[in-house]
Every structure is written in structure tokens, then in C-alpha cells.
């Protein structure tokens, strides 16, 4: 029997940002597949947690290093497990320092597969189903990609390049699809970041706080749901950091 029911695909929605958009999509009703690479502890956990008979929350295991091989084989457990797709958020990511002098092109190669060459493979090969459902696609980016810091050259440059594909994609997928990044500012400090360039940064922060999870998943469901006349553009979600 074909499942009726919408399909959503995170990457990356096993831990952190990702995982809020996993549990924000599943509570408004969607069947949920999210990847991951090393949290497989935390993926199973939340697979259970969601529908511990497994038919409507799926963990994929995806290495992303390898881009094709990858998409191709979440292609195929989507169709065999669902055979639709109505939401794509490309989520997946590394945050990665490296000044100019240390950067190599491993660590670029790296970045613009992750950030860049698996969100447009998957467009490609979900585009019939995306388009059948007037189904949305969503681009994790950052505020960094118009705002780089000198010590995330290549992870700035990269999320400007999903920026930009962002744009083309709106563009090639429309009318029946929309595609929109968010460019989040702090959205989940680092364990390791100090407590004293927390309260600088805040300082600069309109809103006076820093933002969640949770508010980047709200956003990513209202361009899901209300956001139908929404496409080709790139939210700041950063508490107004980005206009001081």
C-alpha cells in the first residue's frame, strides 16, 4: 500500500540542530529518515524514541566522504521504505578551523562534498518524487557565509557556495518546489567555548540571547508548511546579530 503520509529526509538528524528538526518534523505529522555517521548510539535512540516499531522513523547510516556512493544508497532505502519524498533539508555538517596557512585541499575537498556536492546529488535524484508532491527543500547554511572568519576560510567559502546553489536551485526546481537556506547565528555554543567570548558575542546580539535548536526547527517547519510562496531565499536566524 503507497504511504500516504508526507516523507521528510535530514541529514545529520541525529544530534544537535539536526536532531530538533528530526523530532519538529515528526511532531507535525511527518514520517522522518534522518543520517548520520558516527552518532549511531544517539541515531538509534532517537529512532526508538520516535516510533519504536521502526516503520515511520528511519536512522540511515551515510558517509558522506563519499558523495555518490552515499546518495545513491539513501536513494534506494527511501524508495523501498517509503517510495515518496516531500521534504529534503540539508543539514549535514562540519565545523571546521583552519586558517590560511594550515588549509589543505583534503579539508576543502572535504567541506564542498559535504556542504555542496551531496545537497545537490540528492536534489537530483529526489527531484521527480519533490516535484510530484510539491515537496521543499531546505539548506542548513551560516551566517559566516557573507560574514567568513579568517580561522573557517574554507567551512565560510563552502557554505557560500550552498548559498549559491541554494539560489540556482530555486530557480531549477520551481514551480513545483521551494528551496530556502537558513543562515543561523549561534544557535548551540560549542562545550568548549569559552564563557567570556560567549558574553561578547552577545553584546552584539539585538536580542540579547543566543538562539536554539528548537527556533531553527520552527523555522525550518513554517517553510515546510506556510512558507508555499517562500523560495530562492536565505533567512538570517541570528537575533539580529548580522545588523550590527
Partial sequence: MANTLPVALITGGAIRVGKAITQRLWSAGYDVAFTYMHSRKEAIALQKQLDPQGPRALAI??????????????????????????????????????????????????????????????????????????????????????????????????????????????????????????????????????????EKYLQRVPLARSGTPEDVAELVHYLVTGGSYITGQIIRLDGGRSIT
Fill in 61 to 198: 547510516k551515510a558517509d558522506f566522504n563519499h558523495p555518490e556512493r552515499a546518495v545513491n544508497a539513501i536513494a534506494k532505502t527511501i524508495r523501498s521504505h517509503f517510495g515518496r519524498l516531500d521534504v529534503l533539508v540539508n543539514n549535514a555538517s562540519i565545523y571546521q578551523p583552519a586558517r590560511l596557512s594550515i588549509t589543505r585541499i583534503k579539508l576543502i575537498e572535504q567541506l564542498m562534498q559535504l556542504h555542496v556536492q551531496v545537497p545537490l546529488l540528492l536534489c537530483q535524484k529526489f527531484e521527480k518524487m519533490l516535484r510530484k508532491n510539491h515537496g521543499h527543500v531546505v539548506n542548513m547554511i551560516d551566517l559566516l557565509a557573507e560574514r567568513p572568519w579568517p580561522q573557517f576560510l574554507a567551512y565560510c567559502a563552502s557554505k557560500a557556495a550552498l548559498g549559491n546553489l541554494t539560489l540556482g536551485l530555486a530557480r531549477e526546481l520551481a514551480p513545483q518546489v521551494t528551496v530556502n537556506g537558513i543562515a543561523p547565528g549561534v544557535v548551540q555554543w560549542p562545550d568548549d567555548y569559552p564563557k567570556q567570548e560567549r
